[in-house]
Nanobody
Framework: QVQLVESGGGLVQPGGSLRLSCAAS????????MGWYRQAPGKQRELVAI???????DYADSVQGRFTVSRDNAKNTVYLQMNSLKSEDTAVYYC???????????WGQGTQVTVSS
C-alpha cells in the first residue's frame, strides 16, 4: 500500500523560503514521476513541479526560477525548495506520485503554505 507523508508547510513572509518534503513508501518509486501540485482557495489544482526517476523536471511558469524540485531515490523522498515566495503562492500543496506507465497515481494529504506579512 502506497503512503505519502508530507511535511514542511507553514506561514512565511513574502520573499521568504520554505522546503517541503514528501516521504513515500510501499513501492519502487524509481519507476514513478514524483512531484507537487497546489490548490488555492476557489481555484483548480495545478501542477507546480515534477521530476522523473531519471531526473527530468517540469515546472509551472509561475514558479520557474524560484522553486526547485529534487528527489532522493534511496529515501523515496521528493522535495520542493521554495524561494522568493509571493502571496500568490499561498495554497495547499499536495505531493503526487505517478507510475511512468500511468497505471497508478497517488496523492498526499496536503500541507498548507501561507505567504503573508
Amino acid at each position: 500500500q502506497v503512503q505519502l507523508v508530507e511535511s514542511g508547510g507553514g506561514l512565511v513572509q513574502p520573499g521568504g523560503s520554505l522546503r517541503l518534503s514528501c516521504a513515500a513508501s510501499g513501492s519502487d518509486f524509481s519507476l514513478y514521476v514524483m512531484g507537487w501540485y497546489r490548490q488555492a482557495p476557489g481555484k483548480q489544482r495545478e501542477l507546480v513541479a515534477i521530476m522523473t526517476g531519471g531526473g527530468n523536471t517540469d515546472y509551472a511558469d509561475s514558479v520557474q526560477g524560484r522553486f526547485t524540485v529534487s528527489r532522493d531515490n534511496a529515501k523515496n523522498t521528493v522535495y520542493l525548495q521554495m524561494n522568493s515566495l509571493k502571496s500568490e503562492d499561498t495554497a495547499v500543496y499536495y505531493c503526487h506520485v505517478r507510475h511512468y506507465t500511468y497505471v497508478h497515481d497517488y496523492w498526499g494529504q496536503g500541507t498548507q503554505v501561507t505567504v503573508s506579512s
